[in-house]
């Protein structure tokens, strides 16, 4: 830990000094937010639509882990904006942290968004190495659309951090009769000019009991591949009968232990960071 702080004071601002002896006294690895580098400014230019964006090529989640492998002392930052089937604490999200720190040596911290106070709570580490430091700041805000993040963007992607794979789960609190790529669509244009050299990657969600939001899902992928997005499929890694969904959530759309799991093991093989 105390190696990685030394390297950050060597490139990092002030603020992040501060962010990393706050860690170092109060966390195994501080939250690194990888914003050494110049934050992109905000555009007013009109919104990318499919017909402009190039093929999806390599998928972002390998490309993201590929990238901090060939440059190994660099920051990294992860976003994730979703709901609150990706704010358990114990949950598909800090396993995937925890993994990802794993594979590339590097410490990484997160902070959980809080929808209450509308910020971030304490940090919280998920593991350490000898590289240079991600920072995981899961907005996932449990109730919330894909407007709430819209709204409160600045608050959950702070002027000070600039992400380099920005996670989409969104769906269980859509509007149900809306085709979901078109609810996510705003959200989507503003991360691209206000982050244009951040990927994204769309999260299609598991299936809710009763399917009361399952119909939006139809059409999801190819939409978003026409984006240009990469989708993970958590949504067939379920069961699509009711009586089998059941025992794998602990209401009607959040996922139990044994559904986190499911989602663990989906996430983790778009990253290929499992078999």
């Not at 996510?184 to 206000?194: H, S």
Request: glycine letters at 8%.
């Amino acid at each position: 830990m105390l190696n990685a702080v030394k390297r950050v004071f060597g490139s990092a601002p002030i603020w992040a000094w501060i962010v990393m002896v706050v860690c170092a006294v109060i966390l195994v690895v501080g939250l690194i937010v990888s914003s050494n580098r110049t934050a992109p400014t905000s555009t007013s230019s009109a919104g990318v639509t499919p017909a402009s964006m190039a093929p999806l090529e390599q998928p972002a989640t390998l490309e993201f882990i590929e990238d901090a492998e060939a440059n190994p002392s660099e920051p990294r930052t992860i976003v994730l904006l979703g709901d609150s089937t990706g704010a358990a604490r114990d949950g598909w999200a800090p396993a995937l942290g925890t993994t990802i720190s794993q594979k590339l040596q590097r410490p990484m911290a997160t902070k959980f968004w809080n929808a209450t106070t509308n910020d971030y709570g304490a940090m919280v580490g998920l593991g350490d190495g000898p590289n240079g430091p991600i920072g995981f700041w899961n907005g996932s805000a449990s109730g919330k659309d894909a407007n709430y993040a819209l709204e409160n963007l600045d608050k959950l992607i702070t002027p000070d951090v600039t992400p380099d794979l920005i996670l989409l789960n969104f769906g269980h609190t859509q509007d149900p009769n809306t085709p979901l790529a078109e609810q996510l669509k705003p959200l989507i244009t503003e991360l691209r000019q206000k982050y244009p050299d951040a990927e994204l990657v769309a999260i299609k969600q598991s299936p809710a009991q009763g399917g009361a939001t399952n119909a939006i899902m139809e059409g999801y992928a190819s939409a978003m591949d026409a984006e240009g997005i990469q989708v993970i499929d958590v949504y067939s890694a379920f069961p699509a009968d009711s009586a089998a969904l059941r025992p794998l959530l602990r209401d009607t759309v959040n996922p139990n232990p044994a559904g986190q799991q499911i989602w663990t093991t989906t996430v983790l093989k778009a990253f290929e960071l499992q078999a």
